[in-house]
């Protein structure tokens, strides 16, 4: 068997990509970056003392019930005891590994060396090199061996949970040399090679269906970390064809698609292509990072509504919606696109990087405390943050890592370049030259930086500086107090060549200007960007249900009242072309003034500030804005609008959509016979046979189950029951003209206070359900 070249080294703070055999950069190790005072260096600290409140022996309690081990403790709760238990224990792992790397404290070295300690009991216990905390694991996984593959469809996506663990097993090896954290990791691989040996190709597809993380890129990290081909191979397997083969066609077909399962395959897909020298995946990689930062991104980074790709040419369910872009999908978009830039190494990749970083995960932070899972782009809406002992989402996981990591990429190197990809105030440690750089900025706040060389000998290096896509006019160079030209490579880097000796002063000057961005459909949307720094203003504080995640099921969803759009702060300029713009009051903080261009009284003492500072409060990031001529038409339009969809969101105690991923799982999704679909921009679920959903009665005020259907589709007879009471006979014959449809039931009296309504839509025989785009419980 073919054998990969094996790593025989481990540097302090690294990770898989460094040691890539296509790549042209490689990233140096977390130690050899040390942040110096700056808002992601608080974060930094944020993130410790969140890190720090967590307790080791909850997050491994379901691991040890797994093995037949009384947990020193009780699991903790929410996520990581409904079903997705155990989760947050890989990600804690590459937490602690990176801060331990960030920082050199000790404690998160001990904390790491614990949690991996007890893993290798219960992959002891278990004795087949399984180990993870999925609740009656040995049931599913026996069922999968079988070819039952079908079984990962009724669990909430236990390859997604236990791909979390190998990749804080990866992070643990890579970055701190851990030979347990190694030994761990391969007889899990092993586990999982001899799990799926007997499936089929078909089978394998059909599995990976279901959300299940990267778990192709960890084992193309696997089969590089060890040299053996069959871990490669089983990375291939599970690669799913679904995505991929599009991508290779360089053909779009995301819209619909739950965001979030289908970056992590892509950064396998990119993974496997450079330990692989696989242009054609890389191409599929590099196309699908193309299409979602150009025509699904908002102006901070993120993407997706709920957690599914928005259509490219309507972004008015994301401007409507509540659950707006998700932290976990900017975090995997940085994954791909820190692989993307060391095996190409384009300024493209780093003006994303850059405006994500600052904008986005700098934002998901709320200082001294926790982690955000959605950000709505909604006018006067808002975020909601974990609580360390309650709330354990995705996100929060995610949330552990994104800021111990953030000196990661600020530079990268070959062996005779040095890149200075961003402007944070750091100490770059570059061991092998015998060369130390410290980065003195403030930027955003000032419009330069400085680079302080120190060298034990002259050194011949190309120093590279990224040359911004948001730069406004020309930059000026410095080299000890001298100007001088440097040249704009290819790639977008001005470059420096020369030898460098102790004492040596780069100074870089980059001016920045003010933009309008308008969303990528186009419509009558904008926000202001100054450099990369997305601009966003403080509304007010007033109804911030749940502001502070309370450890319930959906507790990560903002959901307070809703602002009507027609009280959404309206601009009134000439054309996006000819746009006015904030006017900068405060140069030394980044503080603006819209009143210019704000249309009436009540929104003119707004002020524009840095998005990541606004925090705790409802917000403003993208202004609507139309003519003077053009004025009343809009104010009418989005009145009228929304005063049907309000009235309906008062009346709403819960409510669920069906084919959505994680609304469905938040709503104990049951059903045979069934599936999902996508039409005219929503999902749905149909089937021959039945689906139900829980729905919270809060207020115990239940009236009323209504449903959306589509008033064109016939011949569909299916029967509604709340809480197997048969509530309605419904016989669509198509009669209804080519719109969506709401259809109210009344409930029994006997339901109205029942904490929990499980609704349920069941085909008559011989018939087929309908497809269901929505379903409510209204109040009476």
């Known amino acids: 068997m073919k054998k990969l070249l094996p790593v025989v080294f481990v540097l302090l703070g690294t990770n898989a990509s460094t040691f890539s055999q296509s790549a042209k950069l ?40 797994d093995a037949g081990i009384k947990p020193l403790k009780e699991n903790y709760g929410n996520w990581e005891s409904d079903g997705l238990d155990g989760h947050i224990a890989g990600h804690y792992l590459s937490a602690v ?3 331990y790397a960030a920082t050199g404290n000790k404690i998160f070295l001990d904390r790491m060396n614990y949690m991996l300690g007890w893993l290798a009991k219960c992959q002891a216990a278990n004795g087949n090199g399984y180990v993870g905390g999925i609740p009656d694991s040995k049931e599913l996984w026996s069922e999968v061996a079988k070819g039952n593959v079908g079984i990962v469809y009724k669990r909430w996506v236990p390859w997604y949970n236990i791909h979390k663990l190998y990749s804080g097993l990866i992070d643990a090896y890579l970055i701190t040399g851990n030979q347990e954290a190694k030994q761990i990791l391969v007889k899990l691989s092993d586990w999982c090679v001899t799990l799926t040996s007997h499936l089929t190709d078909e089978q394998m597809q059909q599995m990976l269906a279901v959300e299940h993380g990267g778990m192709n890129e960890v084992l193309a990290n696997v089969s590089f970390i060890t040299g053996d081909q069959k871990y490669m191979k089983e990375a291939k397997r599970f690669s799913h064809r679904a995505i991929l083969n599009p991508l290779l066609e360089k053909k779009d077909l995301l819209t619909g698609l739950h965001a979030n399962t289908q970056i992590p395959k892509v950064i396998g897909f990119m993974r496997i292509a450079m330990l692989d020298n696989d ?12 299409t979602v930062t150009q025509n699904r991104t908002v102006a901070f980074g993120g993407n997706s509504v709920r957690e599914h790709f928005n259509p490219v040419d309507d972004f008015t369910p994301m401007l409507e919606s509540r659950e707006g872009p998700e932290t976990c999908n900017s975090y995997n ?24 970083m600052y904008n986005h995960i700098l934002s998901t932070q709320q200082p001294n405390g926790g982690f955000v899972y959605f950000t709505p782009i909604r006018p006067n809406h808002y975020k909601v943050y974990s609580s360390p002992q309650k709330d354990f989402w995705c996100c929060v996981g995610t949330g552990l890592e994104n800021h111990g990591k953030y000196g990661e990429l600020i530079y990268a190197h070959s062996s005779t370049d040095l890149f200075v990809n961003l402007f944070v105030p750091s100490v770059l440690n570059w061991k092998e030259k015998g060369l130390t750089i410290t980065q003195q900025t403030k930027f955003p706040f000032a419009e330069s930086t400085t680079l302080k060389f120190g060298v034990n000998k002259p050194q011949q290096l190309r120093l590279k500086f990224r040359r911004p896509s948001w730069i406004n006019g020309s930059e000026v160079v410095m080299v000890n107090g001298k100007p001088i030209q440097a040249a704009i490579d290819e790639d977008g880097y001005l470059s420096i060549s020369r030898i460098w000796k102790q004492g040596d002063v780069v100074n870089l000057r980059l001016p920045m200007k003010t933009v309008a961005e308008e969303l990528p459909d186009k419509s009558h949307w904008i926000s202001f ?26 507790g990560h969803i903002a959901n307070g009242k809703l602002v009507s759009l027609e009280e959404a702060p309206l601009l009134v300029i000439d054309s996006i072309s000819k746009t006015q ?12 003034s819209a009143a210019n261009i704000i249309n009436g009284e009540r929104y003119k003492d707004l002020k524009l500030v840095p998005f990541y500072q606004v925090q705790d409060t409802r917000y403003v990031v993208y202004w609507p804005y139309t003519t003077k001529e053009e004025l009343p038409l809009l104010q009418k339009s989005i009145k009228d609008k929304e005063a049907y969809k309000l009235k309906l969101e008062a009346a709403t105690i819960d409510m669920v959509y069906p084919g959505e991923q994680q609304p469905e799982a938040d709503h104990h999704f049951k059903g045979e016979k069934t599936f999902e679909g996508f039409f005219r921009e929503k999902h749905f679920r149909a089937g021959k046979g039945w689906f139900s959903y829980d729905l919270r009665n809060a207020g115990a005020n239940a009236g009323q189950i209504s449903f959306t259907y589509y008033g064109a589709e016939r011949n569909k007879q299916f029967d509604v029951y709340a809480n197997e009471q048969l509530i309605a006979s419904i016989d669509l014959q198509g009669t209804e003209g080519n719109d969506f449809k709401i259809r109210s039931i009344d409930l029994p009296a006997s339901l109205t206070s029942s904490a929990l309504i499980t609704v349920k839509f069941k085909a008559r025989e011989g018939a087929e359900l309908g497809n269901i785009y929505e379903v409510r419980l209204l109040k009476k």
């Open 26 to 65: 490689q990233t140096f190790p977390l130690a050899s970056v040390k942040l110096l005072e700056s808002p992601f260096k608080k974060a930094q600290q944020d993130d410790i003392n969140y890190i720090l409140s967590l307790d080791e022996d909850r997050l491994l309690a379901p691991f040890l019930k």
């Open 97 to 99: 590994a990176q801060m």
């Open 333 to 356: 978009m940085l994954k791909l696109t820190k692989e993307l830039f060391l095996s190409n190494p384009l300024s493209k990749y780093m003006d994303y990087y850059e405006r994500t």
């Open 529 to 554: 960007v100054h450099g990369p720094i997305v601009l966003a203003a403080a509304t007010d504080t007033t109804d911030l249900k749940g502001l502070q995640g309370d450890g319930s099921r959906w």
């Open 279 to 290: 242009k054609q995946w890389a191409d599929a990689a590099a196309f699908f990072w193309q």
């Open 581 to 592: 713009l904030p006017v900068e009051t405060d140069t030394s903080k980044l503080i603006f």
